[in-house]
């Protein structure tokens, strides 16, 4: 389980031409820059939780693809960007031959070789009715900073891999699953004093400079995820700041700062600012879950395709009600489950509710048509986001991480909560079964 939205996490990060402009435009913060290192694997070490990554897969073979292995079967090809410099485009293939054995090749280099990844070997393979699970394979991939024309600099990124596959509607044939391993190491200064730090990003794309603006919309237009900045501020080897989104003004001890990066994330400058600090996400409060026999307390969402989502509007039906967000790993892995009980209880007065809580709306906004022919359940967006103080899940449903399921009975009342994820769980199913719905479902 990952706990609540990836801000109350804990921990027991060369600088391209293009990034110069962004410092020196702040001649006080470029002074005072300090350098960051990268640890490909500093997240993993830390234990910080991370944002899946859909790539893309397709028959098609890349033209920049230069040399491959000797395939058992059809391979099927995606591409991934890290930096922004001349070798940012890495490669990969998957062989998933019928009744073979599966492998993936990946480009570490940005050279199109997809051989130097080794043999292709799966490091893990769990298989359930209808449904494998392959990985997790972690790589170093060579990360290029700078220009489509002129690379300044370059870093060994760490990256991983899953791939999810089920049978029918569900499966994600198309899709293989990747998220960031690495980060950047340093300190910066508050104040007078110097601190370790840790440097974010959650885009898996290598690129740490991406502002937002007043309006709280990214800069650049294109929606991005968190890029956290982590500070020991005791100096005693805890980063007692939790993750700080620095894409907005933030506040550390009473101050309010803006970090200024360059976009490989080896430059790192707080600079003193008046701009409006963001509210702060309000961080959960670990409460017992509703307990069997509680009333479900109604509440309003927004519906996915228009109007409000309200769970009042569902009594004398059971209910599925499920928390998640876009950025959750575990509950995109729990996810092809929650369609499993909807296709197999559909039809006995059952309903399924996938609400998304603790989530930017632009990210959900992309994801939700992006699986359109995959999760054919009810959709709706917590109108709090990531900062609302009074958001559904935490607020009503005294829930502290995702996914967490609850299961309502058709008075109104829950019948079963329901927290993680794992394969082969059968405990939505187990509670149905205690309100005397029976249906076979593959997990």
Same mark, same amino acid.
């Given at each position: 389980?990952? +706990?609540?939205?990836?801000?109350?996490?804990?921990?027991?990060?060369?600088?391209? #031409?293009?990034?110069?402009?962004?410092?020196?435009? !702040?001649?006080?913060?470029?002074?005072?820059?300090?350098?960051?290192?990268?640890?490909?694997?500093?997240?993993?070490?830390? +234990?910080? %939780? &991370?944002?899946?990554?859909?790539?893309?897969?397709?028959?098609?073979?890349?033209?920049?693809?230069? /040399?491959?292995?000797?395939?058992?079967?059809? =391979?099927?090809?995606?591409?991934?960007?890290?930096?922004?410099?001349?070798?940012?485009?890495? &490669?990969?293939?998957?062989?998933?031959?019928?009744?073979?054995?599966?492998?993936?090749?990946?480009?570490?280099?940005?050279?199109?070789?997809?051989?130097?990844?080794?043999?292709?070997?799966?490091?893990?393979?769990?298989?359930?009715?209808?449904?494998?699970?392959?990985?997790?394979?972690?790589?170093?991939?060579?990360?290029?900073?700078?220009?489509?024309?002129?690379?300044?600099?370059?870093?060994? &990124?760490?990256?991983?891999?899953?791939?999810?596959?089920?049978?029918?509607?569900?499966?994600?044939?198309?899709?293989?699953?990747?998220?960031?391993?690495?980060? +950047?190491?340093?300190?910066?200064?508050?104040?007078?004093?110097? !601190? /370790?730090?840790?440097?974010?990003?959650?885009?898996?794309? %290598?690129?740490?400079?991406?502002?937002? *603006?007043?309006?709280?919309?990214?800069?650049?237009?294109?929606?991005? $995820?968190?890029?956290?900045?982590?500070?020991?501020?005791?100096?005693?080897?805890?980063?007692?700041?939790? =993750?700080?989104? #620095? $894409?907005?003004?933030?506040?550390?001890?009473?101050?309010?700062?803006?970090?200024?990066?360059?976009?490989?994330?080896?430059?790192?400058?707080?600079?003193?600012?008046?701009?409006?600090?963001?509210?702060?996400?309000?961080?959960? #409060?670990?409460?017992?879950?509703?307990?069997? *026999?509680?009333?479900?307390?109604?509440?309003?969402?927004?519906?996915? *395709?228009?109007?409000?989502?309200?769970?009042?509007?569902?009594?004398?039906? #059971?209910?599925?009600?499920?928390?998640?967000?876009?950025?959750?790993?575990?509950?995109? /892995?729990?996810?092809?489950?929650?369609?499993?009980?909807?296709?197999?209880?559909?039809?006995?007065?059952?309903?399924?509710?996938?609400?998304?809580?603790?989530?930017?709306?632009?990210?959900?906004?992309?994801?939700?048509?992006?699986?359109?022919?995959?999760?054919?359940?009810?959709?709706?967006?917590?109108?709090?986001?990531?900062?609302?103080?009074?958001?559904?899940? %935490?607020? /009503?449903?005294?829930?502290?991480?995702?996914?967490?399921?609850?299961?309502?009975?058709?008075?109104?009342?829950?019948?079963?909560?329901?927290?993680?994820?794992?394969?082969?769980?059968? $405990?939505?199913?187990?509670?149905?079964?205690?309100?005397?719905?029976?249906?076979?479902?593959?997990?």
């Amino acid at each position: 389980m990952l +706990r609540t939205n990836p801000f109350a996490r804990t921990a027991a990060a060369i600088l391209p #031409v293009a990034a110069l402009g962004l410092l020196a435009a !702040h001649p006080a913060a470029a002074q005072s820059a300090s350098k960051f290192t990268l640890d490909p694997q500093g997240t993993k070490a830390a +234990r910080i %939780g &991370y944002f899946p990554v859909q790539v893309k897969l397709s028959d098609d073979k890349p033209a920049g693809v230069t /040399k491959e292995p000797a395939y058992a079967g059809k =391979p099927r090809y995606g591409k991934f960007t890290v930096g922004n410099g001349p070798k940012a485009a890495h &490669y990969l293939a998957v062989d998933e031959p019928e009744g073979g054995t599966w492998k993936v090749y990946v480009d570490l280099n940005g050279d199109g070789d997809l051989t130097s990844s080794g043999d292709g070997a799966w490091l893990k393979k769990n298989q359930q009715a209808g449904r494998v699970v392959y990985g997790v394979n972690s790589y170093n991939v060579r990360a290029s900073w700078g220009s489509p024309s002129r690379e300044a600099s370059t870093g060994d &990124y760490g990256v991983a891999f899953y791939r999810i596959v089920a049978n029918g509607a569900n499966a994600f044939k198309d899709t293989i699953f990747m998220y960031r391993e690495a980060a +950047r190491v340093g300190t910066v200064k508050v104040g007078d004093r110097t !601190h /370790k730090a840790m440097l974010v990003e959650n885009d898996a794309d %290598g690129l740490y400079s991406k502002p937002l *603006g007043d309006d709280g919309k990214p800069v650049s237009g294109a929606a991005t $995820r968190p890029v956290w900045l982590l500070i020991d501020l005791n100096d005693d080897g805890k980063f007692s700041s939790g =993750p700080i989104d #620095v $894409r907005s003004p933030f506040k550390v001890a009473d101050k309010a700062f803006e970090a200024k990066l360059s976009e490989d994330g080896a430059r790192v400058a707080l600079a003193p600012t008046t701009r409006k600090v963001p509210d702060k996400p309000a961080a959960p #409060v670990a409460k017992p879950l509703l307990a069997a *026999g509680t009333a479900a307390p109604d509440f309003e969402a927004e519906a996915w *395709g228009g109007g409000t989502l309200r769970l009042s509007d569902y009594k004398g039906k #059971v209910v599925v009600l499920d928390f998640w967000a876009t950025w959750c790993g575990p509950c995109q /892995k729990s996810m092809p489950h929650i369609e499993k009980v909807y296709q197999a209880y559909k039809n006995k007065d059952v309903v399924v509710l996938g609400v998304c809580v603790w989530d930017d709306k632009d990210a959900y906004m992309k994801w939700v048509p992006e699986k359109k022919d995959t999760y054919h359940f009810k959709f709706a967006f917590d109108p709090a986001g990531r900062a609302g103080p009074k958001n559904i899940a %935490g607020d /009503k449903f005294n829930v502290s991480g995702i996914p967490t399921t609850y299961v309502i009975d058709r008075d109104g009342k829950v019948s079963a909560a329901i927290v993680g994820y794992s394969d082969g769980d059968t $405990r939505v199913e187990d509670a149905l079964a205690k309100l005397g719905l029976v249906a076979p479902v593959a997990n």
